[in-house]
């Protein structure tokens, strides 16, 4: 059975600092694609990035980088240069290649300190 | 562009009655996905279409829930009647062939 385990219920970073989210995943699925999203207190799920199993490289979109550790089974997001906005629920999911379907882990708050 | 779409943002309603959450996805999205998020939880999975097709309801109390996707645009989401553990965040979401998601703002359901 495919799983998503995010063991930080909390964080806490300072602005301008980096931070990392810790997820890790279970799965006997070859492909399968992870997913990072940021839900801020408004409620909506928002996109942030994206790595793909038999991706060679991790990766990055603006201050978020995935870094995807296949053997370890993690998949953990880094958020470079923390800012206040930063401060949401993150959620890291797996959706398995031939599937549309997605699994979520529990979510890890972070705050951002001023 | 504009995105996904759901309504009402809120509804509180007592055990017992009916209620409906309508989900309007991002135009040209064949993929549409319902699910419910409890607090301090991660989304789970309620029904997802694929076009007009409901292609995995296996986590929908079907007793009680009901989805209908018509022409493989809108869909609503109801439930009849509404129980205490109902409560929680109804999220939409659409996708284009199964890449990423993208959600709606959600409908906070309270049941009293």
């Known amino acids: 059975a495919q799983k998503i385990t995010q063991t930080q219920p909390g964080m806490f970073v300072q602005e301008k600092e980096a931070v990392t989210l810790d997820c890790t995943y279970d799965t006997s699925d070859p492909s399968y694609g992870l997913f990072w999203y940021k839900q801020p207190s408004s409620g909506e799920m928002i996109f942030l990035i994206y790595q793909g199993s038999y991706d060679q490289q991790n990766a990055t979109e603006g201050r978020y980088s995935l870094n995807f550790q296949k053997a370890r089974k993690s998949a953990n997001l880094v958020i470079s240069a923390s800012q206040l906005g930063d401060s949401a629920m993150y959620f890291c999911a797996m959706r398995a290649s031939g599937t549309y379907k997605y699994i979520f882990g529990t979510g890890t708050r972070l705050k951002v300190l001023a | 562009e504009a995105g996904v779409v759901q309504s009402p943002r809120y509804k509180i309603i007592e055990k017992k009655q009916p209620v409906a959450f309508w989900c309007n996805p991002i135009?040209?999205?064949?993929?549409l996905y319902w699910y419910r998020q409890n607090l301090g939880q991660g989304p789970e999975l309620l029904i997802r279409?694929?076009?007009?097709?409901?292609?995995?309801d296996s986590q929908l109390p079907k007793d009680r829930f009901s989805a209908e996707r018509l022409k493989g645009v809108d869909s609503t989401l109801k439930i009849q009647p509404a129980e205490l553990g109902d409560s929680a965040v109804y999220l939409c979401a659409s996708s284009l062939e199964g890449y990423e998601q993208y959600f709606g703002p959600g409908t906070r359901l309270t049941v009293t």
């Open positions: 135009s040209g999205h064949n993929t």
């Open positions: 279409y694929e076009n007009e097709e409901a292609v995995d």
